[in-house]
């Protein structure tokens, strides 16, 4: 016997069998009967923005309470706010509650949002950001530099997610030269963080790796909150090996990323960056061989240019000989006529310096003799007898010193005076010094 779906409002054998859209409708309205236009006050999680404009995300117990409601904004009410949410927002929000038929899910419709300040999550995000910050862990001097040519990669992610997967998948079709190593640690929950601090000192301590890739899916501020967590950002800031974090989608942001020495948007991106294409090295190695092929061709071709100079004039010994003989030759004429030349110089010298003298010796005598000359007159001006010819005396105290002041004079005392023309003999018979004396 086959089961006959009735509606709901018609009585069948003494009970009522409701079919499954019969019943959500019938819940639908009692919902917009009893729940007309309510208001309520939460934390955003899970927010997105559809291409039509629409908005869907979950609104979370602002007190930390277990309860979630799953709520739609539609495009004509969503382009009324004035401010942007986001995952972590504390709002209010206001609208009607709804049943969604196709999945028989509770949904509010909210008609208009408010912002009640931020979310508790969120809030805590900020403060930790500031504090760290000011530490220096996200300072741009501080991060590493990525090998170029990563021979070996390290995964910290899940292995039961996605992430590992498009990691491994970008790899193997961007850089299958490079090796994975897989650190794995749960990435969600409350074992996750001490985990993923141990995944990093693993793969520190065992070195086997060029760098370290942290990765996981996208999910909300809560899903996500591991890698907000202040142990697992330090040790990525501490990490010896570089650290490419890619938390979640391109919107997501962690403070791990702001840590790691670069972030990337997804998994797939991380991966990406951490290693250069294969083909693209494989693009350079081919102008590096070219470059060195055409190098070494213009060098040999140098060298072969160079061998046959050589060669040719090791052909013709005959002709360097000669060409050597030649050069003796001229540097014995060159020897030879060397003395006789130097010889005839050195005389033509003497000849030129014999004339110069003789030139020379006439006039020097004759300015020898006039100085002489002139000396001869100015001895003769000061010569003492002509002096005594104009009709001075001189007198001396008869021992041949002379008298020349009146102060050593004293009546009786004899001098002798000599004149032009002979010498008398005198006795001072007074002393009279001058008024000037």
Known sequence: MGLRVIDGREPASGRRLWGVAGLLEALGQSLAERFS?????GEIAGFTRAASGHCYFTLKD????????????FRRAASLLDFAPGDGALVEVRGRLALYEPRGELQFVVEAMRRAGAGTLYEQFLKLRARLAAEGLFDPGVKRELPPYPTRLGVITSTAGAALHDVLTALARRAPQVGVVVYPSPVQGADAPPALVQALRIANERAE????????GGGSLEDLWAFNDERVVRAVAGSALPVICGVGHETDVTLCDLAADLRAPTPTAAAELAAPAREALLGELDRLERGLGLHLERRLQGLAQRLDRLALRLSRPSELLARQRRALALLAQRAAAAPVRRLELQRQRLDHLQQRLLRAAPALLRTRQARLDSLGARLQALDPAHVLARGY??????????VTSVQ???????VRAVLADGTARLQVSEVVPSSQG
């Open 209 to 216: 790796v060029d760098a370290l890739l942290l990765v996981r």
């Open 62 to 73: 602002a007190d930390g309470q277990a309860a979630s409601l799953r709520c739609a904004m």
């Open 393 to 402: 005396a001189w007198l001396d105290d008869g021992q041949g010193g002379a």
């Open 37 to 41: 236009v309510v208001a309520v006050g």
């Open 408 to 414: 050593g004079l004293r009546p009786g005392d004899m």
